[in-house]
Structure formats: structure tokens, C-alpha cells
């Protein structure tokens, strides 16, 4: 298990099959069940106050997790004071400690659709997506998808998909990484249109081999 400390509120969490499998019977039941993972998580804060000085007592927890091909699993843990505001409204209760309480989400990390956008709050974000990518043998990226253009609009950026080919032999990889470092939208032709109308195209095609030829 590796503990990364990202910023005061958010930690990440890498941990390999075996290390969930030794807390847990059942892998799956850990992603559908909050309440199978209580004891896992509750072990993991404490290792985290120890290692990284990460305190959660009093906060409200947003627990996100996603699985790689390599049977690694990434967990990103964001604290909120019991007084932020914040979009969560829905919680579960963790036994042995009322005073946390905790949202388990996976990650959809694959897009279900042939077309997708993928939104960066900043440029350097792209930039580090492509680093990470740029470090798979034999990446072939231009055959992910017949399109790939990043786009800037409102101070984000936007990376569109057409046509995304789900045989790519890193397809899943790509867009965990993808995940790590952008959110995937709601894709719509109105969106697209907004974007070509009023954005600014950065990178014509070819967008994740280009920032990787010219950024990394």
C-alpha cells in the first residue's frame, strides 16, 4: 500500500488486489458495499494520520476508487469540514467511528458510447495526462480513435473523442489514466457545436500524440 498526501484535503491510495483481498472475501462486494469496507477504510485513515498527517475526525469523506489492468486499485479521498458547502448530500455512516461518515464511488472509467469529451480544469493537467500515457510500451495512440481534439472554452479544456475503437489493446489503461487527471462529460452534438463555435481548437487531431510529441 502507497499514501500519497496531493493537498491538506485530498490523499490517494494504491493498493494492488492481494492488499484488499487480505481485508475482504469478496473484491467485488468491497466496490458494491460500503459497509463490507468499513474496517479497510477505517485502517487505511489511521495508517494515513501516521504517514501523511491526513486528520479526518469530524470531516465528511468522499471515498472515489477505480481499477487498473495491472490489478492495481486507486483510491482518492477528499475531506470536508461538517460546515463546507459542497454538491454531497448523501452519506453512510462508518460503525466504530460516528463521526465520519463516508461516500464510496467508482469511477466509470471507460466511456459506454463511440464519442466523448473529457474536460481538464487546466492545461497542465492535459500536459501531465499526456506524460502519464506517453510511458506505455508500444502506445500506438492514433488508433484509439478516428478523432481525438483538444479544444479550450471558458478557461477549461476539452478533449473530444470520435469514434473510439474498444479493441485498442490499452483502451481501458488510457482512459483510467484519463480519469485521473479530467472528468468525463455528458457528450452532446449542442456541446460539441458550443465548442467549435465559440472554443478555441488548440490541437486540430491527433491531440494525445501531439501533447506528448510537444508537451512532454
Known sequence: MKIEKLTDNKIRII???QDIEKNTNDIQSFFNNVMDSQSLFLDILKKAEKEVDFHTEGCKLLI????????VVVFTITKFSPNENNTINTYTSLTNDSKRKVI???KASTPAFENAIYEFDNFDCFCDFCNSVSKIENLN???LSKKILLYNYQNKFFLIFKDINFKHKYVHKIFNILSEFSKLKSFS?????KLIEHGKIYIKNNAISKGIQYFV
Not at 64 to 71: H, R
Not at 189 to 193: G, P, R, V
Open 15 to 17: 493498493m494492488n488486489i
Open 64 to 71: 472515489e476508487a477505480f481499477s487498473t489492468l495491472e490489478d
Open 104 to 106: 464510496v464511488k467508482r
Open 141 to 143: 495512440i492514433d488508433k
Open 189 to 193: 452534438a449542442n456541446f460539441e457545436y
